[in-house]
Protein backbone atom coordinates (compact mmCIF):
# COMPACT_ATOMS: atom_id res chain seq x y z
CA UNK A 1 0.00 0.00 0.00
CA UNK A 2 2.89 2.34 0.45
CA UNK A 3 3.87 2.47 -3.65
CA UNK A 4 1.78 5.60 -3.32
CA UNK A 5 -0.50 5.51 -0.58
CA UNK A 6 -1.98 8.75 -2.01
CA UNK A 7 -3.40 7.11 -5.18
CA UNK A 8 -4.04 4.47 -3.23
CA UNK A 9 -6.21 6.61 -0.81
CA UNK A 10 -7.98 8.36 -4.10
CA UNK A 11 -8.51 4.96 -5.59
CA UNK A 12 -10.36 3.28 -2.78
CA UNK A 13 -12.47 6.70 -2.16
CA UNK A 14 -13.56 6.51 -5.69
CA UNK A 15 -13.85 3.16 -6.20
CA UNK A 16 -16.12 2.67 -2.67
CA UNK A 17 -17.83 5.64 -3.89
CA UNK A 18 -18.65 4.24 -7.56
CA UNK A 19 -20.43 1.06 -5.62
CA UNK A 20 -23.94 1.73 -6.40
CA UNK A 21 -26.18 1.11 -3.38
CA UNK A 22 -29.07 -1.54 -4.61
CA UNK A 23 -32.54 0.23 -3.99
CA UNK A 24 -33.66 -2.89 -1.75
CA UNK A 25 -37.68 -1.66 -1.99
CA UNK A 26 -36.50 1.70 -0.43
CA UNK A 27 -37.93 3.93 -3.54
CA UNK A 28 -41.63 1.80 -2.87
CA UNK A 29 -41.02 2.38 1.01
CA UNK A 30 -40.66 6.35 0.54
CA UNK A 31 -43.03 6.73 -1.83
CA UNK A 32 -45.64 5.43 0.45
CA UNK A 33 -45.25 7.75 3.25
CA UNK A 34 -45.52 10.58 0.64
CA UNK A 35 -48.06 12.82 1.85
CA UNK A 36 -51.33 12.27 0.28
CA UNK A 37 -52.42 13.71 -3.38
CA UNK A 38 -53.64 17.25 -2.93
CA UNK A 39 -57.45 17.24 -4.21
CA UNK A 40 -57.77 19.80 -6.47
CA UNK A 41 -60.69 21.80 -7.81
CA UNK A 42 -59.33 23.73 -10.43
CA UNK A 43 -62.70 25.05 -11.52
CA UNK A 44 -63.83 26.35 -8.06
CA UNK A 45 -61.89 29.99 -8.24
CA UNK A 46 -62.90 30.58 -11.26
CA UNK A 47 -66.42 30.10 -10.54
CA UNK A 48 -66.51 31.96 -7.50
CA UNK A 49 -65.01 34.97 -9.45
CA UNK A 50 -67.28 35.03 -12.65
CA UNK A 51 -70.08 34.11 -9.38
CA UNK A 52 -69.34 37.23 -7.46
CA UNK A 53 -68.31 39.31 -10.37
CA UNK A 54 -72.27 38.04 -12.27
CA UNK A 55 -74.31 38.93 -8.60
CA UNK A 56 -72.58 42.50 -8.53
CA UNK A 57 -73.41 43.50 -11.71
CA UNK A 58 -77.16 42.01 -11.39
CA UNK A 59 -77.22 43.76 -8.00
CA UNK A 60 -76.21 47.30 -9.62
CA UNK A 61 -78.61 46.64 -12.30
CA UNK A 62 -81.33 45.98 -9.99
CA UNK A 63 -80.60 48.63 -7.97
CA UNK A 64 -79.54 51.49 -10.12
CA UNK A 65 -82.21 54.45 -10.67
CA UNK A 66 -84.97 53.79 -13.36
CA UNK A 67 -84.53 54.38 -17.21
CA UNK A 68 -80.55 53.38 -16.57
CA UNK A 69 -79.48 51.10 -19.49
CA UNK A 70 -75.80 49.05 -19.63
CA UNK A 71 -76.16 49.77 -23.42
CA UNK A 72 -77.15 53.20 -23.50
CA UNK A 73 -74.28 53.39 -21.00
CA UNK A 74 -71.82 51.92 -23.54
CA UNK A 75 -73.28 54.00 -26.20
CA UNK A 76 -72.91 56.92 -24.44
CA UNK A 77 -69.22 55.66 -23.24
CA UNK A 78 -68.41 55.41 -27.52
CA UNK A 79 -69.67 58.96 -27.95
CA UNK A 80 -67.31 60.10 -24.70
CA UNK A 81 -70.16 61.26 -22.69
CA UNK A 82 -69.09 59.71 -19.66
CA UNK A 83 -70.80 61.80 -17.07
CA UNK A 84 -74.04 60.25 -17.87
CA UNK A 85 -75.74 57.68 -15.17
CA UNK A 86 -75.54 55.01 -17.49
CA UNK A 87 -71.95 55.48 -18.71
CA UNK A 88 -71.40 55.19 -15.22
CA UNK A 89 -72.49 51.59 -14.97
CA UNK A 90 -71.57 50.79 -17.65
CA UNK A 91 -67.67 51.47 -16.33
CA UNK A 92 -68.64 49.83 -13.16
CA UNK A 93 -69.51 46.65 -14.96
CA UNK A 94 -66.48 47.25 -17.26
CA UNK A 95 -64.68 47.63 -14.23
CA UNK A 96 -65.69 44.13 -12.48
CA UNK A 97 -65.31 42.02 -15.82
CA UNK A 98 -62.02 43.68 -15.86
CA UNK A 99 -60.97 42.70 -12.20
CA UNK A 100 -62.29 39.52 -12.79
CA UNK A 101 -60.24 38.98 -16.30
CA UNK A 102 -56.86 39.74 -14.44
CA UNK A 103 -57.64 37.33 -10.96
CA UNK A 104 -58.36 34.69 -13.59
CA UNK A 105 -55.28 35.16 -15.46
CA UNK A 106 -53.04 35.77 -12.18
CA UNK A 107 -54.82 32.30 -10.89
CA UNK A 108 -54.11 30.66 -14.75
CA UNK A 109 -50.41 31.39 -14.60
CA UNK B 1 -37.85 0.99 -32.49
CA UNK B 2 -36.22 4.31 -30.79
CA UNK B 3 -35.98 4.49 -27.35
CA UNK B 4 -37.13 7.54 -25.51
CA UNK B 5 -34.46 9.26 -23.97
CA UNK B 6 -34.72 9.52 -20.03
CA UNK B 7 -36.65 12.87 -19.12
CA UNK B 8 -33.58 15.06 -17.66
CA UNK B 9 -34.01 16.21 -13.81
CA UNK B 10 -35.34 19.35 -14.49
CA UNK B 11 -38.16 17.96 -16.35
CA UNK B 12 -39.01 15.46 -14.11
CA UNK B 13 -39.00 18.31 -10.73
CA UNK B 14 -40.93 20.82 -13.25
CA UNK B 15 -43.52 17.57 -13.83
CA UNK B 16 -43.76 17.16 -10.00
CA UNK B 17 -44.00 20.86 -9.26
CA UNK B 18 -46.84 21.42 -12.03
CA UNK B 19 -49.14 18.32 -11.58
CA UNK B 20 -48.24 16.85 -8.41
CA UNK B 21 -47.16 13.99 -10.87
CA UNK B 22 -45.70 11.19 -8.34
CA UNK B 23 -44.49 8.85 -10.99
CA UNK B 24 -42.09 11.82 -11.89
CA UNK B 25 -40.90 11.63 -8.29
CA UNK B 26 -40.25 7.91 -8.18
CA UNK B 27 -37.77 8.19 -10.70
CA UNK B 28 -35.57 11.02 -8.96
CA UNK B 29 -36.06 9.10 -6.20
CA UNK B 30 -34.85 6.00 -8.18
CA UNK B 31 -32.07 7.86 -9.98
CA UNK B 32 -30.48 9.75 -7.22
CA UNK B 33 -30.96 7.17 -3.77
CA UNK B 34 -27.87 5.19 -4.28
CA UNK B 35 -25.50 8.76 -4.31
CA UNK B 36 -27.89 10.15 -1.45
CA UNK B 37 -27.63 7.00 0.38
CA UNK B 38 -24.18 6.19 -0.17
CA UNK B 39 -23.17 9.49 1.30
CA UNK B 40 -25.12 9.63 3.88
CA UNK B 41 -23.54 6.49 4.77
CA UNK B 42 -20.36 7.61 5.19
CA UNK B 43 -21.28 10.87 7.17
CA UNK B 44 -23.21 8.29 9.64
CA UNK B 45 -20.08 6.20 10.00
CA UNK B 46 -21.45 2.92 8.57
CA UNK B 47 -24.79 2.92 9.92
CA UNK B 48 -27.20 1.96 7.28
CA UNK B 49 -30.07 2.54 9.10
CA UNK B 50 -29.32 5.66 10.36
CA UNK B 51 -28.07 6.76 6.52
CA UNK B 52 -31.44 5.35 5.25
CA UNK B 53 -33.45 7.03 7.75
CA UNK B 54 -31.82 10.57 7.31
CA UNK B 55 -32.26 9.31 3.05
CA UNK B 56 -36.13 9.60 3.66
CA UNK B 57 -36.06 12.87 5.64
CA UNK B 58 -34.10 13.86 2.89
CA UNK B 59 -36.49 12.71 -0.27
CA UNK B 60 -39.45 13.67 2.24
CA UNK B 61 -38.12 17.13 2.14
CA UNK B 62 -36.96 17.47 -1.51
CA UNK B 63 -40.75 16.98 -2.13
CA UNK B 64 -41.89 19.18 0.37
CA UNK B 65 -39.83 22.20 -1.45
CA UNK B 66 -39.36 20.88 -4.95
CA UNK B 67 -40.85 24.51 -5.69
CA UNK B 68 -37.69 26.05 -4.13
CA UNK B 69 -35.95 24.76 -6.66
CA UNK B 70 -33.99 27.40 -8.68
CA UNK B 71 -32.65 25.03 -11.52
CA UNK B 72 -29.35 27.18 -11.19
CA UNK B 73 -27.66 24.10 -9.26
CA UNK B 74 -27.91 20.41 -10.35
CA UNK B 75 -30.47 18.59 -8.45
CA UNK B 76 -28.19 16.45 -6.91
CA UNK B 77 -26.02 18.77 -5.28
CA UNK B 78 -29.34 20.89 -4.12
CA UNK B 79 -30.37 17.55 -3.11
CA UNK B 80 -26.72 16.79 -0.95
CA UNK B 81 -27.48 20.07 0.53
CA UNK B 82 -30.68 18.61 2.17
CA UNK B 83 -28.98 15.22 3.24
CA UNK B 84 -26.06 16.87 4.47
CA UNK B 85 -28.22 19.63 6.90
CA UNK B 86 -30.26 16.48 8.24
CA UNK B 87 -27.14 14.97 8.83
CA UNK B 88 -26.22 17.66 10.61
CA UNK B 89 -29.21 18.43 12.75
CA UNK B 90 -29.47 15.00 13.46
CA UNK B 91 -25.51 14.96 14.43
CA UNK B 92 -26.07 17.96 16.75
CA UNK B 93 -28.95 15.78 18.69
CA UNK B 94 -26.80 12.89 18.73
CA UNK B 95 -23.06 14.33 19.74
CA UNK B 96 -22.14 12.67 22.29
CA UNK B 97 -22.44 9.47 20.45
CA UNK B 98 -20.92 10.94 17.17
CA UNK B 99 -17.86 11.39 19.53
CA UNK B 100 -17.04 7.68 20.89
CA UNK B 101 -17.56 4.39 18.94
CA UNK B 102 -14.31 4.73 16.84
CA UNK B 103 -13.49 1.30 17.47
CA UNK B 104 -17.10 0.26 16.42
CA UNK B 105 -17.02 -1.90 13.28
CA UNK B 106 -19.00 -1.00 10.16
CA UNK B 107 -21.81 -2.86 9.35
CA UNK B 108 -21.11 -4.97 6.63
CA UNK B 109 -21.71 -4.64 3.27
CA UNK B 110 -22.97 -6.26 -0.04
CA UNK B 111 -20.10 -8.02 -2.24
CA UNK B 112 -18.17 -5.74 -3.99
CA UNK B 113 -16.65 -5.66 -7.17
CA UNK B 114 -13.20 -4.22 -7.37
CA UNK B 115 -12.17 -2.97 -3.79
CA UNK B 116 -11.76 -5.56 -1.61
CA UNK B 117 -13.81 -6.17 1.64
CA UNK B 118 -10.54 -6.08 4.01
CA UNK B 119 -9.59 -2.55 2.15
CA UNK B 120 -12.96 -1.43 2.25
CA UNK B 121 -13.31 -2.17 6.22
CA UNK B 122 -10.04 -0.29 6.72
CA UNK B 123 -11.24 2.37 4.62
CA UNK B 124 -14.73 2.40 6.70
CA UNK B 125 -12.60 2.47 9.75
CA UNK B 126 -10.24 5.09 8.77
CA UNK B 127 -12.77 7.70 7.61
CA UNK B 128 -15.02 7.22 10.74
CA UNK B 129 -11.57 8.51 12.38
CA UNK B 130 -12.05 11.78 10.64
CA UNK B 131 -13.63 14.74 12.17
CA UNK B 132 -17.05 15.44 11.31
CA UNK B 133 -16.06 18.08 8.88
CA UNK B 134 -13.35 16.28 7.30
CA UNK B 135 -15.79 13.08 6.57
CA UNK B 136 -18.53 15.78 5.14
CA UNK B 137 -16.18 17.18 2.71
CA UNK B 138 -14.54 13.82 1.72
CA UNK B 139 -18.24 12.88 1.69
CA UNK B 140 -19.50 15.68 -0.46
CA UNK B 141 -16.52 15.25 -3.10
CA UNK B 142 -16.47 11.77 -3.92
CA UNK B 143 -19.49 10.13 -2.64
CA UNK B 144 -21.85 13.05 -4.03
CA UNK B 145 -19.49 13.67 -6.88
CA UNK B 146 -19.78 17.39 -6.32
CA UNK B 147 -17.06 19.72 -7.25
CA UNK B 148 -14.92 21.39 -4.12
CA UNK B 149 -17.23 24.90 -5.02
CA UNK B 150 -20.33 22.94 -5.50
CA UNK B 151 -19.08 21.53 -1.80
CA UNK B 152 -18.67 24.52 -0.36
CA UNK B 153 -22.06 26.09 -1.13
CA UNK B 154 -24.30 22.92 0.12
CA UNK B 155 -22.30 22.87 3.52
CA UNK B 156 -22.39 26.54 3.58
CA UNK B 157 -18.47 26.92 4.34
CA UNK B 158 -16.15 28.44 2.82
CA UNK B 159 -13.96 27.04 -0.63
CA UNK B 160 -10.78 27.12 1.36
CA UNK B 161 -12.01 25.42 4.49
CA UNK B 162 -13.38 22.54 2.23
CA UNK B 163 -9.66 22.15 0.73
CA UNK B 164 -7.95 22.04 3.37
CA UNK B 165 -10.45 19.22 5.02
CA UNK B 166 -10.36 17.36 2.07
CA UNK B 167 -6.39 17.58 2.47
CA UNK B 168 -6.41 16.96 5.96
CA UNK B 169 -8.37 13.62 5.83
CA UNK B 170 -6.52 12.27 3.00
CA UNK B 171 -3.49 12.66 5.03
CA UNK B 172 -5.09 11.22 8.17
CA UNK B 173 -6.70 8.77 5.74
CA UNK B 174 -2.81 7.88 4.47
CA UNK B 175 -1.37 7.56 8.26
CA UNK B 176 -4.46 5.69 9.89
CA UNK B 177 -4.19 3.15 6.28
CA UNK B 178 -0.23 3.04 6.91
CA UNK B 179 -0.50 2.50 10.45
CA UNK B 180 -2.98 -0.43 9.56
CA UNK B 181 -1.05 -1.92 6.58
CA UNK B 182 2.53 -1.74 8.35
Not at chain 1, 55 to 84: C, E, H, K, N, Y
Not at chain 2, 33 to 40: D, E
Request: hydrophobic fraction near 50%; include cysteine.
Amino acid sequence: MNESLHDAIDRLLREDAGRPVRDDGFSLRLMRTLPAPRVTRPWLRPALVLFSAALGSALAWLLAPGGISVAQGFVDLARLQSQTPSAVVALGVALAMGVTAIVLAADDS
Amino acid sequence: MVERPEPADSELVLAVVARDDREAFACLVRRHQSLVRSTLRRLAKGDHGLADDLAQETFLLAWRNLRTFRFDARFSTWLYRIAFNAWLTDARKRREVLLDDLEKAPVADEALPAVSTAERMDLERALATLSDGERAAIAACYYADLTHEEAAVAMGIPLGTVKTHILRAKAKLRAKLDEDYR
